[in-house]
Nanobody
Framework: QVQVVESGGGLVRAGGSLRLSCAASGRTFSTYTVGWFRQAPGKEREFVAAISWAAGSTEYKDSVKGRFTISRDNAKATVYLQMNSLNPDDTAVYYC????????????????????WGQGTQVTVSS
């Protein structure tokens, strides 16, 4: 049974920072690309960032480049999303997911390319 659990969300003022964590168990975490997605009210779930299993490669949504940093600690089976310079457009439920094994080391950005998802953590940025 694979489990993915996000944490670290909250309410922050514009310009502030948050660090999200994604803890996984039940599958060899260190061999999978992990991605962060977000879903705002009334909108589709969208890609935010992804990191390869060896942390050698990362991919970001254009609007978060330079503000968000994805990293991972395979020894702790945890992936992090450091979010700086937050603005109200970043308000959403943030989800973590493991990429499907057939994509190996690729950095996919589609929701259908990921299988195991967490329950999400709410991030609210006030203006």
């Amino acid at each position: 049974q694979v489990q993915v659990v996000e944490s670290g969300g909250g309410l922050v003022r514009a310009g502030g920072s948050l660090r999200l964590s994604c803890a996984a168990s039940g599958r060899t975490f260190s061999t999978y690309t992990v991605g962060w997605f977000r879903q705002a009210p009334g909108k589709e779930r969208e890609f935010v960032a992804a990191i390869s299993w060896a942390a050698g490669s990362t991919e970001y949504k254009d609007s978060v480049k330079g503000r968000f940093t994805i990293s991972r600690d395979n020894a702790k089976a945890t992936v992090y999303l450091q979010m700086n310079s937050l603005n109200p457009d970043d308000t959403a439920v943030y989800y973590c997911a493991q990429q499907k094994p057939e994509f190996y080391a690729a950095l996919k950005t589609g929701t259908n390319d990921y299988d195991y998802w967490g329950q999400g953590t709410q991030v609210t940025v006030s203006s």
